[in-house]
């Protein structure tokens, strides 16, 4: 399912841009992706479009996020320290933390996977039209293995 929201990402500069699910499944087939995992992306994609009107204005700035013990152990320490990194970094407003929260949760398996989670921020960015800054991309993309200190 990931390699078809990638895909998606860096095929389509917005959600709105996509072909309706019948083509774009056409094409994705076309391309090689199991159909499966298609039909997986994307029903986790409406969900995020019905997540994006959710979570508007539900909190504060000064609100305190507190995990349930489902969402830690489904989400895992790495993801939810990612979260809060993003979040404390400024980049990641408290609707569209729910929004990756949201996602997250609706993956299959525990703990999630830390790269998983950076491609659901991702998706919450393109969702909502926006681009995450370069800093912001540097950290979604890059490995910490890769990096080079100067």
């Known amino acids: 399912m990931f390699d078809v929201l990638v895909y998606l990402y860096e095929t389509y500069w917005r959600p709105d841009a996509c072909p309706d699910h019948a083509q774009l499944t056409r094409k ?8 499966d ?13 019905v997540a994006a009107t959710s979570y508007k204005g539900v909190q504060g700035p000064l609100s305190l996020r507190v995990y349930s013990n489902n969402e830690l152990d489904h989400l895992g320490e790495a993801s939810v320290g ?4 993003l979040e404390s970094a400024g980049v990641l ?10 996602r997250g949760m609706a993956i299959a398996g525990a703990p999630m996977d830390l790269d998983d989670l950076k491609i659901i921020v991702l998706m919450v960015f393109w969702s909502l039209g926006e681009e995450p ?18």
Do not use: C, K, N
């Not at 990612?82 to 990194?85: C, D, E, G």
């Not at 407003?93 to 949201?102: G, K, L, T």
């Open 133 to 150: 800054d370069a800093l912001i991309l540097d950290e979604l993309f890059v490995d910490a293995e890769d990096r080079l200190i100067h």
């Open 82 to 85: 990612f979260i809060s990194f």
């Open 37 to 49: 995992e298609i039909q997986e992306a994307l029903t986790w994609l409406d969900g995020l479009a």
């Open 93 to 102: 407003p408290p609707p569209m933390r729910e929004m990756v929260i949201d």
């Open 28 to 35: 994705l087939s076309a391309l090689g992706f199991e159909r």
